[in-house]
């Protein structure tokens, strides 16, 4: 793989991973566009690289707000940030069952599928324009609401489906606050990419091979410095209930994805 064309990758992995139009869906787009050389084996561990550095642009993000998670479960008691955590772990079930028992099929999806990206591009414009019809409330997540919220996480595996769009999405259409929509969509994907990090390094899938390690780097790199300015942009951008926009833009992208796998 070319070092430009994994900085082009990691720009556009750290820009939607948090904004909601989908950032499998627009790499596989932009890796069929660039004509990118990722081999089958290499494809997974690129999405690993790049969701990491996505995870982490997210806690140095929220960096605050973990450190006050932290001292919090640390006093042993049934606060406000035992509830939190309790409710990540509860979210994040669904995507583990998926992820563990259709591990093989779900890898299948990530060969430059345009026209089912595009599809489910059109799916995400349909749940981000209901959303953004939905009224803000000050409801916080509970066990029932990170359930859902955990179930659409685990349906975003799908290239197309953001799961930033999906997640707080679901939230906003539950009655959910919408900045504590955001929050907990950021935050509950973070265990998820480090827990699949540390189980293929242990499994020992997890290897970078000399030659790859500089576009690795490069687009490890691009996507932690992009990630931190469209995380903190996308949460502005919920508070004004501005998700219809993102619709149209998922509305326009899927539509011409499926005519360029049509023709």
């Known amino acids: 793989m070319e070092i430009i064309d994994a900085i082009i990758i990691g720009i556009i992995q750290g820009l939607t991973e948090f904004l ?13 566009v660039l004509n990118a050389n ?5 494809n997974m561990l690129l999405t690993i690289v790049l969701h990491a550095a996505t995870a982490l642009s ?4 929220f960096r605050k707000e973990l450190l006050e998670i932290i001292k919090g479960l640390l006093q042993f008691k049934w606060n406000d940030e035992f509830k939190f955590s309790l409710n990540i772990v509860v979210s994040m079930i669904p995507a583990v069952i998926i992820g563990l028992v259709f591990e093989e099929e779900i890898d299948t999806f990530f060969t430059g599928n345009v026209l089912l990206v595009g599809l489910m591009l059109l799916v995400t414009g349909v749940l981000l324009f209901l959303a953004d019809k939905s009224k803000n409330t000050m409801k916080s997540v509970g066990l029932p609401e990170a359930v859902i919220i955990g179930i659409s996480q685990a349906i975003a595996i799908l290239p197309g489906i953001s799961r930033s769009g999906a997640t707080i999405g679901t939230s906003v259409m539950l009655g959910i606050d919408r ?4 929050k907990f969509s950021f935050l509950m994907v973070v265990p998820l990419i480090f ?4 189980k293929d390094v ?19 790199f691009a996507a ?3 990630g931190l300015i469209a995380c903190t942009w996308m949460i502005s951008l919920v508070k004004k209930s501005q998700l219809k926009y993102f619709s149209y ?4 992208v899927g539509i011409i994805a499926i005519g360029y796998a049509a023709f």
């Open 20 to 32: 909601p139009v989908s950032s499998s869906g627009h790499i596989e787009l932009a890796k069929e």
């Open 38 to 42: 990722v081999p089958g084996e290499n």
């Open 58 to 61: 997210t806690i140095v993000i």
């Open 179 to 182: 900045t504590k929509a955001a």
């Open 195 to 198: 827990g699949k990090i540390a």
């Open 202 to 220: 242990l499994s020992g899938e997890l290897v970078i091979k000399s030659e790859e390690s500089i576009a690795m780097g490069a687009g490890f």
């Open 224 to 226: 932690f410095v992009t």
């Open 249 to 252: 833009y998922c509305f326009a």
